[in-house]
């Protein structure tokens, strides 16, 4: 079954936050990396970058297509997920756990971010329009 | 959009369903690199119902076929087939496709889905005015590859008799109970089997294969475009179009010269320019349909189809080069994903030894 925990925030374009001690972590989702199949790389971005809200941050390539994810929010790369580079898989295995692929220090750690809740997610990832395969 | 007659046993079984040529049918069931391994190490069952099944009937169906075929259909023995071209006028690919020879007056081709309609089309207007009829079983039918090492031990457990033994020969069988063709053949390279029933036959068809407990794993197409890129064959629509003669793209071996057949004119004037070769990728990165080919600088040719295999455990792919850069087996190429060019060779296929059993042609010559 897909999940969708609750202690995440969820963008619109499939990737999960969460507020930590040391910045933010950001992955992606369940359903978005069910999607995109079996990951075989993952390309991570350099340390100490910075990052605009919504700019690419990271492409993970799958058997069948490529995936990217975004910044939800504007801030410096803190740290990468540096196993993903011998096991890619873990993505698919453990989204939101052992998958994480980032973790960013918010230029403004008061910000507050309009995301989406679980609740709000699994709606949007069950509305017909994302009923369609690539 | 159709669905398979095993849609309810896709569905039960939690599949991931995708769009393909008009079809739904599953895309994967656990996840591709498992089914993909499991395919080459055990056995693995696919859905392939959607695959066009059409039956020329009559007195002329062996003479008809040829005229439309690359292949000549009147020398194949009653219970073999082949793989053979439909060519159109200027000798290019209008499909590829697997012709069966039950006897002179009975032909069936089984091609791509994505064809159907103008393989209907094409194969009306070139009978007429021939002692044949064209039947064609789209939605009356199932099929399904039953591919890997164990496959033959599969079906034997559930099959009265023999199956058919060399590879491109079929028969007609009982197989857990229900009337069958069956053929050794496959788009996988692993031995194998297709079997194709009538449709309301085919969940219990499924269901008793996948009962044998033999370590089959059912597949979707994922899986199965992972495997048919490790044995290098061409999809039609990816690696084959009506742009590309059967010369381009290697398959000279498909065309016999002893009669007259569509598109044969042609063919024999065309200048080739291009080759289908292999690529196997030495860095990170997948390259996939339309990316650019370079030997140094300069651009050589374009990726036609492109995965990741788990069985080699690198990207692979193939598309056409210039045949004046002349890439040969082992040359180092540079294919260029988004901006970032990606070191690979040029490789010679198929990438893993085919394993399919000698085929009745083979068997024939050795005799």
């Given at each position: 079954m897909m999940s969708f925990p609750g202690d995440v925030q969820y963008t619109e374009t499939h990737e999960w936050m969460r507020r930590e001690a040391d910045g933010v972590r950001v992955g992606l989702t369940d359903y978005a990396q069910s999607e995109l199949t079996?990951?075989?790389f993952v390309d991570l971005p350099e340390l100490n970058r910075h990052v605009d809200a919504g700019e690419e941050i990271a492409s993970l390539e799958s058997v069948k297509a490529v995936g990217y994810v975004y910044a939800p929010l504007a801030g410096t790369?803190?740290?990468?997920?540096?196993k993903l580079s011998k096991q890619p898989e873990l993505v698919n295995q453990d989204p939101y756990g052992e998958g994480w692929i980032v973790c960013l220090r918010p230029d403004d750690p008061e910000e507050v971010v309009d995301l989406l809740d679980a609740v709000g997610y699994r709606r949007k990832t069950e509305a017909p329009a994302d009923e369609e395969e690539s | 959009m159709r669905e398979s007659p095993l849609a309810s046993v896709h569905h039960a079984a939690g599949a991931r369903l995708v769009e393909f040529a008009g079809w739904r049918l599953p895309?994967?069931?656990?996840?591709i690199a498992e089914e993909a391994t499991t395919c080459r190490k055990a056995a693995a069952l696919f859905d392939i119902s959607h695959m066009g099944v059409l039956v020329l009937r009559g007195d002329d169906a062996a003479r008809a076929t040829r005229r439309v075929?690359?292949?000549?259909?009147?020398a194949i023995p009653d219970g073999c087939g082949a793989y053979a071209l439909l060519c159109n006028d200027s000798g290019c690919i209008r499909d590829d496709l697997i012709v069966m020879v039950e006897s002179p007056t009975c032909v069936a081709l089984v091609a791509n889905a994505i064809n159907h309609d103008k393989n209907v089309a094409w194969l009306r207007e070139h009978i007429a005015g021939l002692a044949v009829a064209l039947e064609d079983f789209r939605g009356r039918n199932f099929a399904v590859a039953l591919q890997g090492p164990r496959a033959e031990e599969i079906l034997r457990v559930v099959a009265d008799g023999d199956p058919p033994?060399?590879?491109?020969t079929f028969r007609r069988m009982t197989v857990a109970g229900l009337p069958l063709a069956v053929s050794?053949?496959?788009?996988?390279?692993e031995d194998g089997f297709e079997l194709f029933g009538e449709a309301e036959h085919g969940p219990a068809l499924w269901q008793a294969l996948l009962d044998t407990g033999l370590g089959l794993v059912p597949a979707g197409l994922a899986a199965r475009d992972v495997l048919r890129q490790e044995m290098g064959y061409p999809l039609w629509g990816q690696d084959l179009?009506?742009?590309?003669t059967p010369l381009d793209a290697g398959l000279?071996?498909?065309?016999?010269?002893t009669g007259d057949f569509v598109g044969r004119a042609a063919l024999e004037r065309a200048q080739v320019t291009r080759r289908r070769v292999g690529f196997v990728l030495e860095e990170p990165g997948v390259a996939r349909s339309g990316a650019i080919i370079l030997r140094g600088d300069t651009a050589v040719g374009r990726v036609a189809s492109g995965t990741y295999s788990h069985n080699l455990g690198a990207a692979i792919g193939q598309g056409y080069v210039d045949l004046?850069?002349?890439?040969?087996?082992g040359h180092e190429v540079e294919i260029e994903v988004r901006g970032r060019r990606i070191k690979g060779r040029i490789a010679k296929l198929p990438l893993l030894p085919a394993k399919t059993r000698m085929s009745w042609a083979k068997a024939r010559r050795k005799a």
């Open positions: 079996d990951i075989v790369i803190v740290a990468v997920n540096e | 895309l994967q069931f656990s996840s075929l690359t292949k000549e259909v009147t033994e060399h590879f491109a050794r053949t496959g788009y996988t390279g179009d009506e742009n590309t000279k071996w498909a065309v016999d010269w004046a850069a002349n890439a040969e087996p």
